[in-house]
C-alpha cells in the first residue's frame, strides 16, 4: 500500500491507457467469433456449420493480427517520440477494430486484424517502458512492476462484468469491436496525461 501511495505519475496515467487497451482487447476476444459469423456468414446459430467455419476463420484472422504485431514491433524503435508512437499505434488499432463492424468480406477482414496488430505491439512493449523510465533509479522497480500487471488484469474483469450490459446497449456482436475501437480512442486520448 505505501508502495502504491508513493507511486510515480506515470504508474497511474499509464495505468490508465492500459484500462481502456486491456478492455478494448477482452471484447475482441469474447465478442470476434460472434461478430464474424454474423457479418460474413449471417448466422448466431452457435451449433450451425456455418458458424463453426466463422470460428475457424477467426484463428486465421488472428494469425493475421500476430504478422501486423511483429511489422509494427518492427517500425516501433523509428519514433523519436514514444507517447507519438504510443498514440499512433492506438488510434491505428481503433480503425481496424471499427472497420470490423462494416466489414462484410472474409478477405477484407485481414486489413482490419493486420492493424489491430499494431495496437498489440505497442500495448506489450510500450507501458512497461514509459513507467520503467519514470521508476529509473527506483529501488522498487520490480515490485512496481509486478503492481503494474493489475493494470492488465483489472480492466478484463471489468470488462467482462459490464459486457452484457455493454452489449445490450450495443446491439449486436459486430457493434462491440466498434466499441473496443472507442476504447483504444479513449485509451490514446490518455497517452496525453503521462509525464
Not at 77 to 85: C, E, Q, S, T, V
Request: overall charge positive.
Amino acid at each position: 500500500m505505501k508502495l502504491l501511495l508513493e507511486a510515480p505519475k506515470a504508474f497511474w496515467t499509464v495505468g490508465l491507457v492500459q484500462f481502456f487497451c486491456w478492455a478494448a482487447f477482452l471484447y475482441m476476444w469474447t465478442y470476434t467469433n460472434g461478430a464474424i459469423a454474423d457479418n460474413v456468414w449471417h448466422t448466431a446459430d452457435t451449433a450451425s456449420e456455418a458458424y463453426q467455419t466463422a470460428g475457424n476463420w477467426v484463428g486465421v484472422l488472428f494469425a493475421v493480427q500476430a504478422v501486423g504485431s511483429l511489422v509494427w514491433a518492427a517500425l516501433i524503435p523509428r519514433f523519436k517520440n514514444i507517447k507519438l508512437a504510443y498514440v499512433v499505434s492506438l488510434l491505428v488499432g481503433a480503425v481496424g477494430f471499427a472497420s470490423v463492424m462494416f466489414i462484410h468480406n472474409q478477405y477484407l477482414l485481414f486489413v482490419s486484424y493486420f492493424l489491430i496488430g499494431f495496437a498489440w505491439a505497442a500495448m506489450l512493449a510500450l507501458p512497461f517502458t514509459l513507467l520503467t523510465n519514470a521508476l529509473e533509479g527506483s529501488p522498487y522497480m520490480g515490485s512496481y512492476l509486478g503492481l503494474f500487471n493489475c493494470t492488465i488484469c483489472l480492466p478484463q474483469i471489468v470488462a467482462a462484468a459490464t459486457g452484457g450490459a455493454v452489449l445490450s446497449l450495443a446491439g449486436s456482436q459486430p457493434a462491440m469491436l466498434l466499441v473496443a475501437g472507442v476504447f483504444l480512442v479513449l485509451g490514446a486520448v490518455s497517452v496525453k496525461f503521462i509525464k
